[in-house]
């Protein structure tokens, strides 16, 4: 027998009842005529006018099938129990062999014949089905819709257009909302934190370095004719300190912070820590003096600043040593000597009286001076930078300090006094030029 071939012939019916069928109802004119493709096979024809049939019986077909509880089966002998559930199914009726089970059912129009029972039947035989095959007849049975599986969805689960078409206006009008309220705080930020980044800073003369008289230009590059009016150079114990914070970054392609050294010997350093004093004067302008050890003021490359709170230079100079050598690209202007000797060096700086206008807008005051010796470092060589640094700045809370001024003529001797420290006494002579 052919796969093609019925499953469940019926007899076929005697000449006596064709033609009795055929006396008794004439066909129409227009439905003696088929338009071509829509011709149905004779067999087919006879399947569907014979398919809903009364039952002999109220039960279902399939009410009986006993299902025993095991394993799950392999493909193969779920697609054969379910097999002998659509044939069980179908009764009595003319079938056209499929070895698919779903080519089956398609074949046989038998999804006709699914009702409440049916489908419970079958949902008990689905408990061993492979996956595969549950997904497969879900799909199937709801039509497309694997949600309505074996049943269509209560009238609970279904959601009418109109509520999800609200759902997502709302959604969307949450998302503007959001939106606006994140731009109106964008704005609010710039709005109140521009006031407070641009403001003028309040006035800061308490911790400026302020000199003691103001003459003239205190400022200005020129020579003054003459002897200078001032006493001896004794430094202000809070306009003096020590150059004791060493600065060391190894050359290398490392990240910088990885590169940043915090132990350095002193025997690396230009000076040791310590050693190295500075201090605030006024001397035809601003003056820093710088005491160290005998002989250090020949080789050294020293560098000077004066900065404001924020550390932003208003003025920095470069002194380098006759036997000394700066690193390249290392920024300011040649210093001017005011003081010169073997231990100690003088050297002019402008120090701004009171509130400074900034070239990048806003103000500052001259309230921190830095000062520092660098070593000379190659391209080749092991540190990328190598100094070691102080700064001179105003305490808070510290009333306000004069910066003490000294006089004298040029060709003077003096000697600078910059305290005492932890070797002792921090003197130095120079030589006025």
């Known amino acids: 027998m052919s796969e093609d071939e019925p499953v469940d012939d019926e007899a076929p019916e005697s000449p006596e009842q064709s033609g009795d069928d055929t006396g008794e109802q004439q066909a129409l004119p227009e439905q003696a005529r088929t338009e071509p493709g829509t011709e149905v096979s004779v067999g087919l024809r006879e399947r569907r006018s014979t398919f809903f049939r009364v039952r002999s019986d109220s039960d279902s077909p399939v009410d009986g099938i006993a299902i025993e509880p095991g394993r799950r089966w392999t493909q193969s002998e779920a697609d054969r ?17 499929r070895s698919d089970p779903v080519e089956l059912v398609r074949e046989n129009d038998l999804m006709l014949l699914f009702g409440p029972e049916e489908e419970e039947a079958f949902a008990r035989l689905a408990l061993r089905f492979p996956d595969e095959t549950v997904a497969v007849w879900a799909t199937l049975l709801s039509g497309g819709d694997r949600s309505e599986a074996f049943g269509p969805r209560s009238r609970s689960e279904r959601r009418d257009e109109a509520v999800i078409e609200q759902a ?84 290398g392609e490392e990240p910088l912070a990885e590169r940043i050294m915090v132990r350095v010997p002193d025997s690396a350093l230009p000076v040791p820590r310590g050693v190295l004093t500075a201090a605030v004067f006024e001397h035809i302008g601003g003056q820093v003096a710088l005491v160290g050890p005998d ?45 010169l000797g073997s231990a100690g060096i003088v050297l002019a700086i402008q120090i701004p009286q009171g509130e400074v206008a900034l070239i990048e807008g806003g103000s500052g005051w001259a309230e921190a001076v830095r000062f520092g010796i660098e070593s000379p470092v190659s391209p080749s060589g092991q540190w990328e930078t190598l100094a070691i640094r102080g700064t001179i700045s105003v305490q808070v809370g510290t009333d306000s300090v004069a910066v003490p001024r000294f006089g004298g003529v040029v060709g003077d001797e003096l000697t600078l006094d910059l305290g005492t420290g932890a070797s002792g006494r921090r003197t130095a002579t120079c030589t006025l030029v």
């Open 168 to 251: 997502l206006r709302l959604g969307m009008r949450k998302r503007i909302a959001s939106s606006l309220l994140l731009i109106a705080l964008l704005v609010g930020g710039v709005l109140v934190g521009r006031p407070l980044l641009e403001q003028d800073p309040v006035d800061r003369v308490d911790r400026s370095l302020r000199f003691s008289t103001v003459d003239g230009p205190v400022d200005a590059d020129f020579d003054e004719v003459g002897p200078v009016s001032g006493g001896l150079p004794v430094a202000a114990p809070a306009l003096t300190a020590v150059a004791d914070r060493p600065i060391a970054i190894l050359r």
């Open 295 to 339: 002989g250090w003021v020949e080789s050294a490359c020293i560098r000077v600043s004066v900065v404001t709170d924020r550390l932003r230079p208003l003025d920095t100079v470069l002194y380098e040593g006759p036997d000394a050598a700066c690193p390249t690209g290392l920024s300011g202007r040649i210093a001017s000597v005011t003081c």
């Open 81 to 97: 129990q379910i097999r002998t559930f659509l044939i069980r199914m179908a009764g009595d009726r003319r079938l056209t062999h």
